[in-house]
């Protein structure tokens, strides 16, 4: 079993910054990849970015060049670093993990930070 703790959310106004954290504990695998997703009301949860055991990285369109996405192996956290924000980037954001054992995949959902931008 993986626990999923998120940290770092709140309320930004349009063009500030916010760092996400999202430590994981328990039963990991070296081959684990990390990701954060968002939901804003009444939409679907989508990929905002995500980070591979071996830090290839991946990010949605809407973000790229404004967040980072980073994780730290010794720790088992994962970070979003958030800049320029905008308010169409509030939304609940989530952390995933999913631990990779050849083909079978079993995914860990953190309980989600809300990140509002508003002024």
Not at 50 to 61: Q, R
Not at 68 to 90: C, F, G, H, W
Not at 95 to 103: A, T, V
């Amino acid at each position: 079993q993986v626990q999923l703790v998120e940290s770092g959310g709140g309320l930004v106004q349009p063009g500030g910054s916010l760092r996400l954290s999202c430590a994981a504990s328990g039963r990991i695998f070296s081959s684990a990849s990390m990701g954060w997703y968002r939901q804003a009301a009444g939409v679907q949860r989508d990929m905002v970015a995500t980070i591979s055991s071996s830090v290839s990285t991946n990010y949605a369109d809407s973000v790229k060049g404004r967040f980072t996405i980073s994780r730290d192996n010794a720790k088992n956290t994962v970070y979003l670093q958030m800049n320029s924000l905008k308010p169409e980037d509030t939304a609940v954001y989530y952390c995933k993990l999913e631990n990779r054992l050849g083909s079978l995949i079993i995914s860990y959902w953190g309980q989600g930070t809300q990140v509002t931008v508003s002024s």
